[in-house]
């Protein structure tokens, strides 16, 4: 995944400023290297910067212009190099163009294009586009010579083109996310919406198969395969600019992590009448499979416990692992993809499956506009509102609450779930606080230097130990293994020594007492038990207490782990939002 924006009659003619400054705001896309591309004013060379590294405190000395390209790249094809970061131009330099995807069929057409003498600088797959583009543009309009070269390329792709001649912005879209953005007589393209909300809520989300061009008169909108205009119908987003903003906090991943006070609660004011559609289905089939990755597949864990509760065995299965059963799916299938982005590549080709076998596709997503979207026959957006760091947080838990709800409308009890998730919220409001920062806080110093770490939970506390360990790992690099409470004494208890750092996740309920003869094991072990609960134990060394919410409760235990990830990786000196390796969603298989 990388991200992509663009601008064009820009307002104070700085285009590349203003690009840079979008970037920043869509670095969680990609983050080791960066570049832009720009008309200078009164100029007809293209000029260019790029860098490897971040672009948190990045400046550029690009000159002024109004119209301007830039990209973060997460390096797919080609090392982390200033020659494979975007834009990639043409041979006359008068093309330039950014990509988010692969194109899998690259080799093949470099290898034509070698023929016909084009030069290429980079090891990218993305080079081919520009050249390709070129190539075309010798005997037709550059609108045409784009879309015909996008037609080429085999794979997900989205595509912007920066043409000097025209001064024209041309992107295509086919499985990457491509939004435009409508100011009064300023034009954005973006990868997604936070790098232009600043000037605008208007926005059109491509659909695949669109194209876009944008001039400074205006936007228009095309079909990719027969060249054809078609209506471009914006839609105002109720964002606001602070939503993609720190406001304050260190980083976006404690900021997330402290909204969750409303974002929880606010799922019960929304997706009504959504919800009963969903609900209705799922009463008369009964045939409910979960599906999703990451973070979103702990969450499909957990909701599982929540069908159970209403009568309902809900299947679940990792996305990348869902093929040998998708032939399982039928009519009477309600298939439930959950997803922050609503782009991953594994959710998405598990949702066509099931679609193409005739299942009724539920998309559980937070971010707008997207993919899964589209190809759902029905969509519970949860409204956390934009989600910046890549380690995931308010998503999973607005999420988790839409599911809690939709099991106890199938159960009949949606009042009731309603009632319980307005209490968490003002509960959360009381707890999620500086005291509790600064408990977890003296936790993170006190086991910082710990190398491995061990946790256990049962029931409803399995899924939130496997999440807990989740945001240690992403965010503070620390190996931290999840167990179901009953696997210990089938091998995993030979781990435990002197030391050992041991959580266990529980709650005040039916199986609290075997998770605490599980934590009496470990601890005879040796084991430096951790308990996060809603009670104290003799079995703990110490514990983060959380309030008890019945079965909510492994809300607040999750929580505990999203603060002890941020306040670890703080410690050891990573970088929360944008740790190693990783990028927001991954729209590659
Ligand atoms: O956008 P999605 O929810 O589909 O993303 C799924 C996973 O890639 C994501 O949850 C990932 O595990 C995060 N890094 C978790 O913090």
Request: proline fraction near 3%.
């Amino acid at each position: 995944m990388c991200g992509i924006f663009a601008v064009v009659n820009d307002k104070h003619n700085s285009s590349a400023q203003t690009v840079l400054e979008g970037l920043k705001k869509l670095e969680y896309r990609g983050y080791d290297s960066w570049g832009i591309a720009m008309k200078p004013k009164g100029g007809q060379v293209l000029q260019v910067e790029k860098h490897i590294g971040k672009i948190g405190q990045a400046s550029t000395s690009l000159p002024a212009g109004s119209i301007a390209i830039g990209h973060t790249r997460w390096a797919t094809h080609g090392g982390v190099t200033d020659t494979n970061a975007h834009p990639h131009l043409d041979c006359t330099k008068q093309i330039a163009v950014l990509h988010n995807g692969i194109v899998e069929n690259y080799q093949e057409l470099k290898a034509k294009l070698l023929t016909q003498g084009h030069v290429f600088i980079s090891e990218t797959d993305t080079e081919v586009i520009a050249h390709l583009i070129e190539e075309k543009q010798k005997t037709a309009k550059i609108e045409t010579a784009v879309f015909e070269t996008f037609k080429e390329l085999a794979g997900s792709n989205a595509i912007a083109v920066l043409d000097s001649k025209t001064e024209s912005v041309i992107a295509c879209r086919n499985g990457s996310p491509l939004v435009v953005g409508m100011g009064k007589d300023d034009y954005y393209l973006a990868s997604d919406v936070p790098a232009f909300l600043k000037f605008t809520n208007a926005v059109h989300f491509l659909l695949d198969g669109e194209a876009v061009i944008l001039t400074k008169t205006g936007v228009s909108l095309h079909d990719v395969e027969t060249h054809e205009k078609k209506n471009l119908v914006t839609q105002h987003l109720d964002w606001k600019v602070e939503d993609a903003e720190k406001g304050g906090f260190p980083h976006f991943l404690l900021k997330e992590i402290m909204e969750q006070k409303k974002t929880i609660p606010k799922t019960s004011q929304i997706n009504g009448e959504e919800l009963k559609k969903v609900a209705d289905k799922i009463k008369i089939h009964k045939k409910v499979v979960m599906v999703a990755c990451g973070t979103a597949f702990y969450c499909a864990l957990a909701a599982k416990y929540f069908f159970a509760q209403s009568g309902v065995q809900a299947q679940t299965y990792p996305a990348y692992e869902f093929l040998p059963f998708a032939k399982f799916c039928d009519k009477d299938t309600v298939f439930i993809a959950i997803s922050q982005s609503g782009e991953t590549a594994d959710t998405l080709i598990a949702a066509r499956n099931a679609k193409k076998a005739g299942a009724y596709v539920v998309a559980v997503i937070n971010a707008r506009g997207s993919t899964l979207e589209r190809l759902a026959d029905s969509t519970l957006l949860v409204g956390a509102g934009p989600e910046i760091a890549v380690v995931s947080t308010k998503a999973f838990t607005s999420q988790l609450a839409t599911l809690y709800l939709l099991a106890h409308d199938v159960g009949g009890n949606i009042v009731t779930a309603q009632k319980n998730l307005k209490h968490l919220g003002q509960v959360l409001e009381g707890w999620l606080n500086q005291t509790l920062l600064d408990k977890v806080i003296a936790l993170a110093k006190n086991i910082l230097s710990h190398e491995d770490m061990y946790l256990i939970g049962k029931h409803l506390n399995y899924p939130s130990t496997l999440e807990f360990a989740l945001k240690i790992k992403e965010a503070s690099y620390i190996h931290a293994e999840p167990f179901a409470a009953g696997e210990l004494k089938h091998g995993v208890i030979s781990l435990i020594q002197k030391g050992t750092i041991c959580f266990v996740l529980a709650g005040n309920d039916e199986v609290k007492n075997e998770v605490l003869s599980s934590a009496a094991e470990l601890r005879a072990r040796g084991g430096y038990i951790i308990g996060i609960a809603p009670f104290q134990a003799t079995e703990f060394d110490t514990t983060i207490q959380t309030p008890d919410v019945g079965d909510l409760t492994l809300f607040p235990n999750v929580i505990v782990g999203q603060l002890l990830g941020y306040f670890l990786g703080v410690g050891r000196g990573t970088d929360p939002d944008k740790p190693r390796n990783l990028a927001k969603s991954v729209t590659v298989k």
